[in-house]
Nanobody, 122 residues
Framework: VQLQASGGGLVQTGGSLRLSCTASGRTFSSYAMGWFRQAPGKERESVASITWSGGSTSYSDSVKGRFTISRDNAKNTVYLQMNSLKPEDTAVYYC????????????????WGKGTLVTVSS
C-alpha cells in the first residue's frame, strides 16, 4: 500500500481545511487508518484513527470536537476535516495504515505516507 496525502495549505485562525490520503493497492479496506502530525521542533503525535469499516473513530484530546476523520473505501481515501483551526494546529500532517486500531506511535505502522503541510496563521 502506498499512501499520498494532500490538501494542506495556509489558512487563518478559525478556518477549515480537508486533508485527503489516497492509497494505492486493493487491500486498503483491510487497514485501519490514522492521521498524525509533527510541528516544528516537536515530536510526532497522533491526531485521529478510524477502523477499516469506518465504524469507529478516535481522536486526540487536542482536536476532539474540531476534527473529523472519515473514509471512502470505494475511493481508497481517508479524510481529515479540520474546523476551527488554531495556530497550534500548524504541522506536517501524515497519514498511516495499520492492521491494528487505533493507530499508536508506540508501535511501527505498516505504511506511512509523505506529509502535507498545514499552516494556521494568527
Amino acid at each position: 500500500v502506498q499512501l499520498q496525502a494532500s490538501g494542506g495549505g495556509l489558512v487563518q485562525t478559525g478556518g477549515s481545511l480537508r486533508l485527503s490520503c489516497t492509497a494505492s493497492g486493493r487491500t486498503f479496506s483491510s487497514y485501519a487508518m490514522g492521521w498524525f502530525r509533527q510541528a516544528p521542533g516537536k515530536e510526532r503525535e497522533s491526531v485521529a484513527s478510524i477502523t477499516w469499516s469506518g465504524g469507529s473513530t478516535s481522536y486526540s484530546d487536542s482536536v476532539k470536537g474540531r476534527f473529523t476523520i472519515s473514509r471512502d473505501n470505494a475511493k481508497n481515501t481517508v479524510y481529515l476535516q479540520m474546523n476551527s483551526l488554531k495556530p497550534e494546529d500548524t504541522a506536517v500532517y501524515y497519514c498511516a495504515a495499520d492492521l491494528i486500531y487505533p493507530l499508536r506511535l508506540t508501535r511501527d505502522m505498516d505504511y506511512w505516507g509523505k506529509g502535507t503541510l498545514v499552516t494556521v496563521s494568527s
